[in-house]
């Protein structure tokens, strides 16, 4: 235990240093392939454990954000409506808090997973174990779709962060109160030099630039007024087919990749009929009697994501095998005596088996 304090206490003492390492490194992790051997793998593996630290990172965050404000009596940092709304329903339920958790590592793992098994069986045993995989995920988001009455599994499944490390350096005290606390009401209210930045964020970075600007910030939004439940509408009828469709279409085409292999256009088209056939119902379902969509905010990032994640679809199967893969190899062969391009084109050429033979790098589930 004593470990593990000094560990946070060494944490949000470096903050913002450990923050940009962790940005660094998860750049690197993009450029590794193809640079050693097993680079592939050692790219995965620090993937994967900085985000699994990152999660942890957030915790501690967030708990000395609300220890910070408490302390030097200011108003604790406003979460995002993302937040509010995950937050929410995971404190409502072990078992919503249960799945995300583990939808949220296995997200992090997946590929790391993939290229372990992938080195110890043959390529049916591979899809095999995918589809096992895709199963205990179905579970899970069927899991989070009922905990939360209904609603659209929102992506990710973990909070983000919305702490700022460089507020949570220690208030300097210069002799002048930070803050006014009324005796009767007990409310806090801070002072103008640390409300409204005179110094050009020289002293206080959490400033506001002008008082336009801190009186922007109080104004009520539709979003600051919902309660969490009500950030996320109940499907119905069509909306709600169309969520599960969007819920079991990996597993229905990692099936039919065992069933009639990947080179067969079969599974490729079942994928792309049930992922439209889910947007549209889910578009459909949000529509009101003139036609007008009432999908919050939310909701509509949520099927905007979708919608680009769509895109994954020419980098999967057979379209990839047999369009996508023959012009990248194309325009690397091309961009070979080319300086500049060439770099871009040797990183591509690294990556090219890896979308063939991974399922989850380009799975978008």
Known sequence: MGYRNLYEEFLLKNASQITSIESSLRSLTY??????????????????????????????????AQAHAIE????????????????????????NSTASTLLSVISYTQVLM?????RQVDKKKHYQWVAWLETLKVILRLTLYQTTQQRMTIQPTHLERDVDPASLVPVEKNGHQSAWTGKRTGMTVPSMAKTI????????????G???????S???????VRKPSQMVQVQKKMAKLGEIMYIIRPLIYVLSLLYWGRRSWKPWWISIIIESGSQLAIKKGYESRGGRSTMLT???????????????NIMRGAFYLKITRPRLEKFCNKAENKILISMLASILRDYLPLWENIYFYTSAS
């Open 31 to 64: 450029i590794l392939p193809g640079r050693f051997h097993d680079a592939e793998f050692a790219s995965q593996a620090l993937y994967a454990t900085l985000n699994l630290i990152g999660l942890y990172h957030n915790s501690i965050l967030r708990r000395a």
């Open 72 to 95: 030097n009596q200011t108003a604790v940092i406003e979460e995002s409506a993302f937040n509010k709304y995950i937050n929410f329903w995971s404190s409502q339920s072990k078992l």
């Open 114 to 118: 993939e290229m372990a098994v992938v």
């Open 197 to 208: 930045d005179f110094n050009h964020g020289l002293k206080d970075k959490d400033a506001f």
């Open 210 to 216: 002008d008082v336009a600007d801190y009186l922007l």
């Open 218 to 224: 109080k104004t009520l939004t539709p979003e600051k």
């Open 298 to 312: 939310l909701e509509k990032k949520e099927y905007n994501r979708r919608l680009k994640a769509m895109l994954f």
